[in-house]
């Protein structure tokens, strides 16, 4: 089993749409959680940390579950702007900075 | 802003060349780390460097080597490249001391012939 795993899509919605995307990790020791996003022929940028109670940025809101060993992402209101590879990132210590990237899922928001 | 900075957007060697990617951030971070990204695969950990002079293993390092002679700079290696290291190899650093933020360099093509 993949120590991060993701559904690779592609995701293609229509503007405005709700999307969901989840990851699962395989460390139950797991410490830390992020959302990447990456645009074509970019390099990844945080979009944000996942925290215990869950947190919300705008449109978007990351979810952890530690029992199920899953992170969730909801998108709302997507716009064209939205379309990219999410990336799920788990930091399976506290060391180092180390951490283990997902393969990403591809989401494309159509007009 | 953070800028991490990488010494060549595109590369094209030949096989058995020897390869240099050079790695620049100017924000004093403790953490400096080497992937490669492959359709796929994803983004998999070559090799990291926590300190000056310090470096640790990632999950693919074989056929590359790394160096950190100075904090702000971390090389990757290539002793003889081969085909299949043709791949994205993308740069980052982090400020260390359990704040995992990763900024990445805008990434280097290699292709190697």
């Known amino acids: 089993r993949k120590e991060v795993e993701q559904d690779p899509g592609p995701f293609n919605v229509p503007e405005g749409a709700t999307v969901a995307f989840n990851c699962t990790y395989s460390n139950s020791a797991s410490q830390s959680f992020f959302w990447y996003r990456q645009d074509c022929r970019k390099e990844p940028k945080l979009l944000m940390s996942v925290y215990s109670s869950g947190n919300e940025d705008g449109r978007f809101t990351a979810q952890l579950n530690r029992a199920s060993q899953y992170i969730s992402l909801l998108i709302r209101d997507s716009k064209l702007s939205d379309s990219a590879t999410y990336l799920c990132v788990v930091n399976p210590e506290t060391s180092y900075d180390k951490v283990i990237f997902g393969p990403g899922t591809s989401l494309s928001v159509i007009p | 802003d953070v800028k991490v900075t990488q010494s060549s957007r595109y590369l094209v060697k030949r096989t058995g060349e020897k390869v240099f990617l050079e790695c620049v951030q100017d924000?004093?971070?403790?953490?400096m780390f080497w992937y490669r990204q492959d359709p796929g695969l994803g983004l998999r950990l070559i090799y990291f460097s926590y300190d000056v002079k310090m470096k640790e293993k990632g999950d693919i390092p074989e056929g590359y080597s790394v160096s950190r002679e100075k904090k702000e700079r971390f090389s990757l290696i290539l002793e003889s490249a081969s085909t299949n290291q043709t791949s994205m190899y993308l740069c980052a650093s982090g400020p260390g001391l359990g704040l995992n933020e990763q900024f990445f360099g805008p990434g280097t093509r290699l292709t190697v012939l």
């Open positions: 924000m004093d971070h403790e953490n």
